[in-house]
């Protein structure tokens, strides 16, 4: 992830981010960070960038042709996944569901207004996006562009380490976080709750999402309604939990949320990654969902449960691709046993053409790109004979929370590696407290062997995932 920040006061960024994790991260090399100086790029004898408004009114407005030249300055260096933010109170709000967007982008421009604003035509050329980052009025963009970097940077794999992990905390779910305590247990003749000393893993989250609940209902009443929201058509998907394992676990892990809901008709969820996930009592029942969506569902991907649903959308949105696919899943909980001489690691970009070598008929080389930048691969190791790690297998979480992509290279069959690397997952979805799924491709024997062999539910109901 690169930043770059067009700037009058470039030294108030650096000064800024020198410190703390950010500044580590720069130093990993996981981020970078370059200032322009708008004032740089003038034309003006005097070093001037801003001139009175046409029209009248208070103040003074920046010129076009400095910011135009500092941003252009910026944008050779960038490739062209770019997004240019213009920081102004006059924009989107910022949220974490923004932060995870961006943290998705290779890089980003921030440009930080200051005086009154910025000549509107050098806006209309360079901006994709207008964010503030609340409903208040800074002296100019570069704290809020300090705010923006610091939620994003923490998003991208590998600034935080693990026990900083950015997997639970405030928002994911439309709930804010529990309190938390640490040593000594009495504090000014306070006690840490009980619960929390009693080791009882279940209690703990149960009391910790009460706490969630009661603080986001008192402080965040508006939360707690979208919280409220998606219990209610999870519910309602509990139903046919066998079917909607998939629907349900998208909801609980905020990777998606609910487009359109009917108890009569079905639910219509959008996944963070794109996709559409439907499920109805009957094709015009599905219909009637699809036409209230208000969001655009032509060129995604669907997964639907119900096959009388599959001519509407090859009708509606000219998909052509259906694969069907079964469920897998575990609820029994209890964390399954991983050797402890096998070497399992997370993967980073550097692996993506040996992976692409082994795995290219479901993915594109830039898709497998993303699931190694997103962090969310596994590979397991095994040393050769002069002692190197080589690339035994991988597996994958899709954006969507289906366990997937999992491959063990030929030589090194039949060592339990698969086992082995699809244990670790479920351990670690267990430890977040998911139920961790699958989704299988019909006729894929090998794989519904090893989900039953694991003790995972399989079930005999298919999924259509439509392209
Ligand atoms: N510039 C001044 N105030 C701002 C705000 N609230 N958000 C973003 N940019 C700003």
Same mark, same amino acid.
């Given at each position: 992830m690169r930043f770059c920040v067009l700037t009058l006061f470039p030294q108030m960024i650096e000064a800024g981010l020198h410190d703390s994790i950010f500044a580590r991260a720069l130093k990993r090399g996981l981020i970078e960070l370059e200032t322009i100086d708008?004032?740089? #790029?003038?034309?003006d004898p005097h070093r001037r960038v801003d001139d009175y408004t046409y029209g009248g009114g208070a103040g003074m407005l920046m010129q076009a042709q400095p910011v135009y030249d500092a941003w252009k300055a910026a944008a050779e260096r960038c490739t062209e996944n770019t997004r240019t933010i #213009?920081?102004? &109170? %006059?924009?989107r709000v910022f949220d974490q569901k923004l932060a995870a967007e961006l943290s998705r982008e290779e890089n980003l421009i921030f440009l930080c207004g200051h #005086? @009154?604003?910025?000549?509107e035509r050098v806006l209309d050329e360079i901006v994709t996006d207008r964010i503030s980052i609340g409903d208040y009025v800074l002296t100019g963009g570069e704290l809020p562009a300090m705010v923006m970097m610091d939620a994003v940077s923490r998003l991208v &794999?590998?600034?935080?380490?693990n026990e900083e *992990?950015?997997?639970?905390? *405030?928002?994911?779910?439309?709930l804010l976080e529990y309190p938390q305590y640490t040593r000594p247990e009495r504090w000014h003749e306070k006690e840490v709750p009980p619960v929390l000393l009693t080791g009882d893993h279940r209690k703990i989250s149960a009391w910790r999402l009460e706490q969630a609940k009661e603080r986001t209902k008192e402080i965040r009443p508006d939360l707690y309604a979208r919280y409220e929201y998606r219990q209610t058509v999870i519910k309602w998907l509990s139903r046919k939990k066998r079917q909607h394992i998939h629907m349900m676990e998208l909801l609980k892990r905020g990777r998606g949320e609910a487009l359109c809901f009917d108890p009569r008709d079905g639910a219509l969820l959008l996944e963070n990654g794109g996709a559409v996930m439907l499920t109805c009592t009957s094709a015009e029942a599905g219909e009637r969902l699809l036409d209230q969506s &208000?969001?655009?569902? *032509?060129g995604r991907l669907f997964c639907v449960c %119900? %096959? @009388?649903i599959l001519p509407v959308l090859y009708e509606r949105y000219g998909l052509t691709e259906t694969r069907g696919c079964y469920q897998a899943y575990y609820t029994r909980g209890v964390p399954l046993p991983v050797p402890k001489d096998m070497d399992i690691r997370r993967l980073d970009i550097s692996f993506a053409e040996e992976i692409f070598a082994e795995y290219h008929e479901l993915v594109t080389f830039e898709e497998l790109q993303d699931c190694l930048a997103s962090g969310t691969m596994y590979g397991a190791f095994v040393r050769s004979e002069t002692g190197e790690a080589r690339l035994a297998g991988f597996i994958d979480t899709h954006s969507e929370g289906a366990l997937g992509m999992l491959q063990v290279r030929p030589p090194y069959r039949g060592r339990g590696i698969a086992v082995a690397l699809e244990s670790f997952m479920i351990n670690q979805a267990l430890g977040r407290d998911e139920i961790p799924f699958g989704h299988i491709f019909e006729g894929n024997e090998a794989s519904l062997q090893l989900q039953r062999k694991l003790g995972l539910n399989v079930t005999d109901v298919i999924l259509w995932w439509v392209s």
């Open positions: 708008i004032r740089d #790029y003038t034309k #213009y920081v102004t &109170p %006059q924009g #005086y @009154e604003g910025i000549d &794999p590998g600034v935080l380490h *992990s950015a997997e639970t905390e *405030s928002f994911d779910n439309d &208000p969001v655009d569902l *032509s %119900q %096959q @009388e």
